[in-house]
């Protein structure tokens, strides 16, 4: 099982960009499909993208659509999240989790289909 290590948080003004990225140990990680949830302060985690094992294939939650772009390099054991056009409400604690693969790309939108995660890295967005 590969652990997952996210960096690349912090405060940034509305309409700006941020790029978190998500590290894995372990000699596995291409195996894993990728996701990022994120976690809204006194709010329920939420869903925010996934990425194929190849990286061949994405989907975003209708929230992010058009502004985040998910991307893996599986030479390098990394998945990031390219933020852009933020908006206040994408504040959040972000979270990168590893999990099975399946061809149908619903199943990642769900947080039970990951069984590792990282212990998350903080977004502001100040307006």
């Known amino acids: 099982q590969v652990q997952l290590v996210e960096s690349g948080g912090g405060l940034v003004q509305a309409g700006g960009s941020l790029r978190l990225s998500c590290a894995a140990s372990g000699r596995t990680f291409s195996n894993y499909a990728m996701g990022w949830f994120r976690q809204p302060p006194g709010k329920e985690r939420e869903y925010v993208a996934a990425?194929?094992?190849?990286?061949?294939?994405?989907n975003y939650a209708d929230s992010v659509k058009d502004r985040f772009a998910i991307s893996r390099d599986n030479a390098k054991n990394t998945v990031h999240l390219q933020m852009n056009s933020l908006k206040p409400e994408d504040t959040a604690v972000y979270y990168c989790a590893g999990g099975g693969t399946s061809s149908d790309m619903t199943y990642y939108t769900e947080s039970y289909w990951y069984s590792t995660w990282g212990q998350g890295t903080q977004v502001t967005v100040s307006s």
């Open positions: 990425i194929s094992t190849s990286g061949g294939r994405t």
